[in-house]
């Protein structure tokens, strides 16, 4: 197979995986500061959401310590 388009040089040194555009050798493989933070928050936020998941402990909730 040919492809008609050639490969741009942002694409191989890397894009963003937030939004897509070419990645910044600063805050690689982001194109900026604040697609790094979104991809932080979501990362955090899947940790989190797979302990909860896999740990509902409602009782824990019944016997919280830092309540008195
Ligand atoms: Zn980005």
Do not use: H, Q
Request: aromatic share 4%.
């Amino acid at each position: 197979m040919t492809t008609p388009s050639p490969t741009p040089p942002a694409t191989a040194a890397g894009t963003c995986p937030i939004c897509g555009r070419p990645s910044v050798t600063e805050v690689k493989p982001f194109c900026s500061k604040r697609c790094a933070d979104v991809d932080l928050s979501r990362w955090l936020g899947g940790v989190y959401r797979i302990e909860g998941s896999e740990r509902p402990d409602p009782a824990a909730n019944d016997a919280d310590p830092e309540a008195e």
